[in-house]
């Protein structure tokens, strides 16, 4: 697929390949550079099709904002896809970060997972547990306790190996409301200054599912704060994660922090919170975003390791389900090769375990 006018001299072992903005299957370019410290660029081949048009020839990839989000048209999600439609929606969710399908209304829950697990193992939520029967699916109803996450998070980062994917499927919808938001944690930090760039990627962040749920939870019912304090933190976890990870698949520089985070490593808890709420302000911003109306039906998957969602509550006693099936993550790594690491995790001796 790649080719180029000038051939590298030196044999491939003795090449350092750089890949840059390589997520998808439109490759764009790539950079080789020598151990001379010589640098090819290797344009690609356009006459060729790209994996995600052989694998997809009907596919319609509509871009629904200008940094992520994607409505892919003409695929019926199955576990019986092939693999090569598989790697291509693999490659536009790196590419799109969050990429819905419509009208998917043939999956029930064992068949959502059934495709799930295509894309890499599932895992269960680390407190809550998975719906009986499942592998992972983790119902969200609003009418019990914990069903609105009407706070900006990347799912389950109290935990080091947080899942890569979430596939959420609309089971009922309200008329009017409760759509989903994303948004992209790679561009948030691309566009940062670069001397906040530097400050991130210095700064580690304490990610807890323990934390003050009445100063962040100022909507939430009785039955929230009861679900929350014997089922959600029934297992407290504290985690560090680096601000800046390196996401494993594309290479790019991604924000990890979110409702999660509690204080930052070395840092007052004054500090932090001013830190976060900088930080948060440009993962948040508008052209960062996509939103997602919801029918019946719908499926999104995206990629945790690069986005934020939010769940808009504005939908009242409106009944709303969604069930999410979630595959599982790699430990990050900061960008100077530094781990995530789990501190604590500690059960509560009052818990009451979910079923
Ligand atoms: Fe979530």
Not at 80 to 86: E, K, M, N, V, Y
Not at 140 to 159: K, Y
Not at 218 to 243: C, L, M, N, Q
Not at 327 to 338: E, F, K, Q
Request: charged residues 25%; glycine residues 8%.
């Amino acid at each position: 697929m790649l080719s180029s006018s000038r051939k590298p001299a030196n044999t491939i072992e003795n090449l350092i390949c750089t890949a840059e903005r390589i997520a998808t299957g439109e490759w764009r370019s790539i950079v080789v550079t020598c151990r001379t410290g010589r640098r090819e660029q290797l344009e690609p081949d356009v006459t060729q099709p790209t994996l995600v048009e052989t694998a997809l020839p009907n596919l319609d990839v509509v871009r629904l904002a200008g940094r992520l989000g994607a409505e892919i048209r003409n695929v019926r999600l199955s576990g019986d896809l092939p693999d090569a439609t598989i790697t291509a929606i693999n490659q536009l969710l790196l590419k799109h970060k969050v990429i819905f399908f419509r009208d998917q209304g043939h999956l029930d829950d064992g068949e959502q997972e059934r495709f799930a697990v295509r894309l890499g193992n599932l895992v269960p939520h680390p407190t809550v547990g998975a719906t009986k029967g499942t592998s992972s699916i983790l119902e969200l109803d609003s009418n019990r306790g914990g069903g609105r996450a009407d706070q900006w998070h990347t799912d389950v980062t109290f935990v080091d190996a947080y899942p890569k994917f979430s596939v959420l499927r609309g089971v009922v919808i309200p008329e009017f409301g409760g759509d989903t938001i994303w948004s992209n944690t790679a561009a948030a930090y691309e566009h940062l200054p670069a001397t906040l760039k530097r400050l991130a990627e210095e700064l580690w962040a304490v990610h807890s599912n323990a934390y003050d749920y009445a100063a962040v939870r100022s909507r939430a019912t009785e039955a929230d704060r009861k679900h929350f304090e014997e089922v959600f933190t029934g297992t407290i976890y504290e985690t560090e994660h680096p601000v800046v990870r390196v996401h494993p698949e594309t290479g790019e520089r991604t924000l990890v922090l979110g409702n999660f985070v509690q204080r930052f490593v070395g840092h007052s808890k004054a500090d932090g919170q001013k830190l976060l709420e900088l930080f948060q302000s440009h993962i948040t911003s508008p052209e960062n975003t996509v939103r997602w109306r919801w029918q019946a039906g719908d499926v999104a998957i995206w990629d945790n390791r690069a986005t934020q969602h939010y769940a808009v509550n504005d939908y009242g006693d409106q009944h709303r389900i969604v069930r999410r099936a979630t595959v599982d993550g790699d430990v990050p790594v900061s960008v100077d090769g530094r781990r995530s690491v789990t501190r604590t995790k500690a059960t509560k001796p009052t818990a009451v375990k979910a079923a």
